[in-house]
């Protein structure tokens, strides 16, 4: 058998120089030889490096990221164009330029792969080189890692739709879904190169830039676990998991990978194992999860409406044409964070171009105070409220929660999330309507608060804005990140945003749509309150029971071309008659917000 390696970034800066090749080797021919103790491999590798103009250490310059990030993407959100586009900096979970990630056992480096993502001539290059290398050496796998698993994908969907043909693809620690790569140079969307069969290893903690492929390829199958350690080697003991081999040793490669290449079965086979995995995660066109919380563990905290506002949207999804078993609800006690985190996954893994994805949420909603790299509060996230929600970031569902998803989905998939909570905090008193929102404890409280000496007075901290350049409008900035520019707002990805300059944004290559935003339907704008409403006896959100009632309303009289920003406004006119003082928002890309509901988007003129 012959392998072919192609490294990761940046692995001539390892502190120690050791090369990478022989911790490579040593874990795929022992993983190999544990299922054919016969087998011996011939490996030969593809380098790269000289081709770079050189790379900037983190270490040196975080100030510099700015320098380091992406080239002007796009992420189509509403009234600033059709698309915003910008440097990007995401936050901790995808990628914390404050965090020196160059401290790292290989010395990764950003540079590299920004390089590669602006200059074209650099592609083209990589692509023709590396099929010289394929023909030559005729591999029977290409094992690639990192930036190496990018430059395999861009050749062989680009250059040359063959070179994989009959081979074994496995990648790791890969970019190649990550939101900004792949809407700026795969249209967003991942498909099949021809391969014998393609795995793709992911650590959900690997912090260096990878991703899930969400996509439905065909001959494909992910291997993915959650290790904070032995993920991409990032500071790892060198002696142990030595040049990124943490991925290459793990049981679940050999398991799944190393059996495979020691039998390699027949392609009807592997096809067949294919398409079981594919349909554990994917199956029908739509699909929905519900999620009410009444019975919080505080009882001051007790709603009475939200288990019935979920089965009241499935029956009104049912009426529109969900099917019952493509509904997935979960309440109470049952819907913790980690079950709503689950449940999220079974959402929208394997979400293919035209389909529809529903998340609804009904419960408590809050701003939780967050720390930068530094250990300082500098912003608050919006997020929903978990039965065991205890002020921690684990225990809260952040937009950072549903980010790894929506901002890779194909562009012609639909994601609405419906939100019946507000986060400005529960201020009523016992007889008063009830409000679905958490007043944080004081020691949360006071993270939020400075003293004032001259006044004798406490009062609220400065917060870090988020983007001051942000979209070149005040009133776009507070759009997206609230009054304060301090916010993370639910379904607005300004984790992808806090580097987006107005300049940037001018001078970016406008064919770059850049990462898929969703819909986001909220029960209250910013500083409002979202109530509970009763039925006679029967309680439930105001804003769900208007938003149930209008849709039905559209139904009864066959009005096909109700568009959600239409049926907002139907919503808001509703809860004013019911005398609340509560108005709805919608967030989104126009031309979906402008498109009928749960349908096609309306054709809208490019500005």
Not at 78 to 92: C, M
Not at 106 to 123: C, F
Not at 178 to 200: R, T
Not at 225 to 234: C, K, Q
Request: proline residues 5%; contains cysteine.
């Amino acid at each position: 058998m012959k392998i072919l390696l192609v490294h990761g970034v940046g692995h001539q800066e390892r502190p120690d120089n050791q090369p990478w090749e022989p911790p490579w080797e040593e874990a795929i021919t022992a993983g190999i030889q544990y299922f054919d103790p016969a087998f011996a491999p011939t490996y030969e590798r593809f380098d790269y490096d000289n081709l770079f103009s050189g790379k900037i250490n983190l270490l040196s310059d975080v100030g510099a990221a700015a320098h380091l990030g992406f080239a002007p993407v796009g992420a189509a959100i509403e009234d600033a164009a059709e698309t915003v586009s910008g440097w990007f900096r995401p936050s901790r979970g995808l990628l914390d330029w404050a965090t020196p990630v160059a401290e790292a056992a290989d010395g990764w480096h950003a540079g590299m792969v920004a390089e590669w993502d602006q200059n074209a001539a650099l592609r083209a290059t990589l692509r023709k080189r590396l099929i010289e290398r394929i023909n030559t050496f005729d591999p029977d796998v290409i094992m690639a890692h990192s930036l190496g698993s990018i430059i395999c994908y861009d050749a062989f969907s680009n250059q040359d739709k063959n070179a994989c043909a009959g081979r074994y693809l496995v990648t790791f620690g890969s970019q190649i879904a990550n939101p900004f790569l792949k809407a700026a140079h795969f249209n967003n969307k991942i498909d099949g190169v021809n391969q014998k069969y393609w795995f793709h290893l992911f650590n959900k903690s690997d912090p260096v830039l990878a991703h899930r492929i969400l996509d439905r390829v065909p001959k494909f199958e992910e291997i993915s676990w959650d290790d904070r350690i032995a993920g991409h080697a990032a500071v790892v003991d060198l002696n142990q998991f030595p040049g990124h081999a943490g991925y290459l040793q793990r049981d679940l490669t050999g398991q799944r990978v190393y059996r495979v290449l020691a039998r390699q079965p027949g392609v009807r086979a592997l096809t067949a194992r294919s398409t079981r995995f594919q349909n554990s995660v994917q199956q029908r066109r739509r699909r929905a999860l519900l999620v009410g919380i009444n019975d919080y563990p505080d009882p001051a905290s007790r709603l009475e409406g939200c288990v019935n506002d979920v089965f009241l949207m499935s029956s009104v999804l049912q009426e529109i044409g969900f099917d019952a078993e493509d509904i997935r609800v979960v309440t109470d006690e049952r819907a913790t964070a980690a079950g709503i985190r689950e449940r999220i996954d079974w959402l929208l893994d394997g979400t293919a171009d035209g389909q529809e994805r529903v998340l609804y949420y009904s419960g408590h909603g809050a701003q939780l105070p967050d720390y930068n790299a530094a250990e300082q509060i500098d912003h608050v996230d919006e997020c929903l409220v978990p039965y065991d929600f205890h002020w921690t970031q684990d225990s809260a569902i952040t937009d950072d929660d549903f980010l790894r998803y929506y901002s890779a989905l194909p562009y012609s998939a639909k994601f609405f999330a419906i939100f019946d909570c507000c986060h400005s905090g529960g201020l009523t008193r016992d007889g008063a309507r009830k409000i679905r929102a958490v007043t944080p404890p004081d020691d949360i409280r006071h993270r939020m608060l400075r003293w004032n000496k001259a006044e004798q007075m406490w009062e609220e901290r400065d917060l870090r804005n988020l983007n001051p350049d942000f979209g070149g409008s005040r009133e776009l900035r507070q759009k997206y990140m609230g009054r304060n520019c301090s916010t993370k707002k639910l379904g607005t990805a300004m984790s992808l945003r806090e580097n987006q300059t107005a300049t940037q944004y001018r001078k970016a290559p406008r064919e770059r749509r850049g990462p898929y935003m969703p819909v986001v339907l909220t029960a209250c704008q910013e500083s409002g309150y979202a109530y509970e409403y009763h039925h006679g006896t029967i309680g439930y959100g105001v804003f769900t029971y208007a938003l149930a009632k209008e849709f039905r309303k559209a139904q009864a009289a066959r009005e096909t071309d109700v568009s959600f920003t239409e049926l907002t406004e139907r919503v808001n006119a509703t809860m004013k008659t019911l005398r609340y003082d509560q108005v709805s928002d919608i967030k989104g890309p126009k031309a979906t917000c402008g498109g009928p509901v749960l349908g096609p988007p309306r054709k809208t003129r490019s500005r």
